[in-house]
């Protein structure tokens, strides 16, 4: 139990294109899931907490404009990387707390993204 | 603000040791904490979940450990194998907005 899952896993596409990744909680509902991203070399960090029906929080240094985040329903949530560019490329990942509660973040395995 | 750290960075061992991983993190008040392995060129796969209150768990070759008062846990792997090859990464879940810090990984490399 407890699944989440990422789609596509990877992508690559052209500087000032906009993609958007998906992240589905499969066997469980989730008002809250997070986005997190990380850099060669560094440490998973987050960069978002979005609760079903409602905005998004960013983290400080996270533009809000540039990554878009949408959890229109319980099961999922989609992040779009506006206009990426080459400083875009990161692995980016999910998590998802059980709507019944616990504090537990269940994760996704990632979606690696290239822009070139 | 939970900072976690996981020394060494890389590890090289020969093919059939066993070998044990570090984890620390400085704000001891923390609900869970994760261990993940991440592959290269591919996604993260959760390894362990210990929550506060566990001490240790165990899946198949791996045991991870959980004390909490020292700000440690510990993820052994008996008897290494190539496939083992990964970057391991903990997770912690803590503060009052439960949030999940990572470390920064230690790339481990086994040796047939």
């Known amino acids: 139990g407890a699944v989440v899952s990422q789609h596509p896993s990877w992508v690559i596409c052209k500087s000032g294109t906009s993609v958007k990744i998906e992240c589905r909680s499969l066997d469980f509902q989730a008002t809250t899931m997070f986005w997190y991203r990380q850099f060669p070399k560094q440490s998973l960090m987050l960069m978002a907490t979005?609760?079903?029906?409602?905005?998004?929080?960013?983290e400080q240094g996270v533009e809000k404009d540039k990554f878009l985040i949408n959890h229109a329903s319980l099961t999922l949530s989609t992040l779009t990387v506006t206009s990426a560019h080459p400083e875009d490329s990161s692995f980016y990942i999910c998590s998802a707390r059980d709507l019944r509660g616990g504090e537990t973040q269940y994760f996704g395995p990632g979606t690696r993204l290239l822009v070139l | 603000k939970q900072e976690v750290t996981q020394i060494p960075a890389a590890l090289s061992v020969p093919e059939g040791e066993n070998l044990v991983l570090n984890c620390s993190f400085t704000?001891?008040?923390?609900?869970?904490l994760q261990w993940f392995r991440q592959d290269p060129g591919k996604g993260l796969t959760s390894l362990l979940l210990i929550q506060s209150s566990q001490r240790e768990q165990t899946s198949g070759r791996l045991n991870a450990s959980l004390d909490k008062s020292s700000g440690r846990s510990t993820l052994y792997i008996a008897a290494s194998q190539p496939g083992d090859s990964a970057t391991y990464l903990c997770a912690v879940l803590s503060g009052g907005y439960q949030k999940v810090t990572f470390g920064t990984g230690t790339k481990l490399q086994v040796i047939p």
């Open positions: 704000d001891s008040a923390i609900y869970n």
């Open positions: 979005s609760n079903e029906g409602s905005k998004a929080t960013y």
